[in-house]
């Protein structure tokens, strides 16, 4: 058990619609960053939130974007989903702690789009 | 851009064996590389992790090198189980600016290891 969990832990979607992924992060870490990761394949970089603001962004396009709260659980919101959005979204938590930080994901959140 | 490579893509192997898995990157600036484990479906459990000024790391039946330098890393798991049997992902962590934190992974290594 890393202490990150997300909500829910699946979903079904149709094409054109909006979805809401929602992560707790681990008790003391104020850093969460989410990642896809499409059948097969290893996660890729969606963006990083810390202490409440963007801290990077990966390859991916607007309709992707998230929030971070003040007791640093964070929201991924995809917007018009496409059928390629198809897949297991996960949520990492970390500390920063000097330059060096170890990221704890949580069980991640399939969803499908029909 | 970092890119991570894992071979082999997949391992069969029979119980009690000792096994490696390969991982290369391409950008040696990192501050430090993870190995996770992923079974079916799950989330990501992290195995272990290394940090840039380091050799290796051990955990129990496993152990993690790094050569900086040249851009790899191997994930010894000695005295294989059929529990072991899951996806291993190695990733990097880069160095600096908006990469802080920001992993990027291979592709993984499929491994099963039957009775």
């Known amino acids: 058990e890393t202490g990150v969990t997300q909500s829910p832990t699946h979903l079904i979607k149709t094409r054109g619609q909006q979805v809401t992924l929602r992560c707790s992060s681990q008790s003391g870490h104020n850093t969460v960053s989410w990642y896809q990761q499409a059948l097969g394949q290893g996660p890729q970089f969606i963006f990083q939130y810390y202490r409440e603001e963007e801290n990077g962004r990966g390859n991916f396009p607007p309709r992707f974007?998230?929030?971070?709260?003040?007791n640093y659980s964070s929201e991924l919101n995809v917007n018009a989903l496409e059928l390629d959005d198809s897949?297991?979204?996960?949520?990492?938590?970390s500390q920063r702690r000097g330059m060096n930080t170890e990221a704890f994901f949580g069980q991640g959140t399939r969803l499908t789009v029909v | 851009k970092q890119e991570v490579t894992q071979i082999p893509a997949a391992l069969s192997v029979p119980e009690g064996e000792n096994l490696v898995l390969n991982c290369s990157f391409t950008d040696s600036a990192i501050y430090n590389l993870q190995w996770f484990r992923q079974d079916p479906g799950k989330?990501?459990?992290s195995l272990l992790l290394i940090q840039s000024s380091q050799r290796e790391q051990t955990s129990g039946r496993l152990n993690a090198s790094l050569d900086k330098?040249?851009?790899?890393?191997?994930?010894?798991?000695?005295?294989s189980q059929p529990g072991d049997s899951a996806t291993y992902l190695c990733a990097v962590q880069g160095a600096g600016g908006t990469s802080y934190g920001k992993l990027t992974f291979g592709q993984g290594t499929i491994l099963t290891v039957h009775p």
């Open chain 1, 87 to 93: 897949a297991l979204y996960l949520c990492a938590s």
């Open chain 2, 43 to 45: 989330g990501l459990t």
């Open chain 2, 69 to 79: 330098s040249s851009g790899r890393s191997t994930l010894y798991i000695a005295a």
């Open chain 1, 65 to 70: 974007s998230g929030l971070q709260f003040p």
